[in-house]
């Protein structure tokens, strides 16, 4: 009885390997401290298995409760998040080494790196990391690459405006394998569609 229990929660356990995480969000509230995560798999009475996300600020007292369903919340598939204004750009964002990243407005795409892991960030950290590229995509221009410049630089200003909360946009993230997902204080900006559809669409 003992050993078949504990056989069954190593299998629970392996299921769900959570990643690493390997970036630290800011707190929405006080914008100086540090949010530390905390996750836990728990297995629901009827079966269900779910991650429970704790993110606490290591600064001030902000604390907030996530609840995600495993079994349906790291599909395959496409998000799309319609950011209407700034308070929107706290809304999370988990990306999986597979997950790529697109903001239509600014076109402007982040592709995960060949050592990339997994990324738990917001809307914020996005943009930022976006605008950060971008700069050093401006850097790297020779002189002569004029049309380069003016269209980076155009993009730069409209990541600057989207991320003062003067423009709305979409983040639309695509992983193909299911392990990228954006949670959503408001499930009306939110949209997902899974790959399956996706593939009888074309
Ligand atoms: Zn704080």
Redesign the pocket.
Known sequence: MFEKDGEKDKNFKYKYELPEITELIS???????K?QLTRTVHKLPDGEDILILLME??????QQNDVLTLDTSFKAGTWDLFVENEEDLTQKIFRSPDGHIYLPEANFEIEPGSNSGYLITNVEGIINRMIHWANYMMDSYSSEEENEKKITSETIATLKNCLSGKQSFHIIMKDTTGGSYISSSKKKILNFVPLEIEKTDV
């Open positions: 707190c929405p509230s006080c914008k100086e401290g949010v600020c290591d600064n001030c007292s902000f």
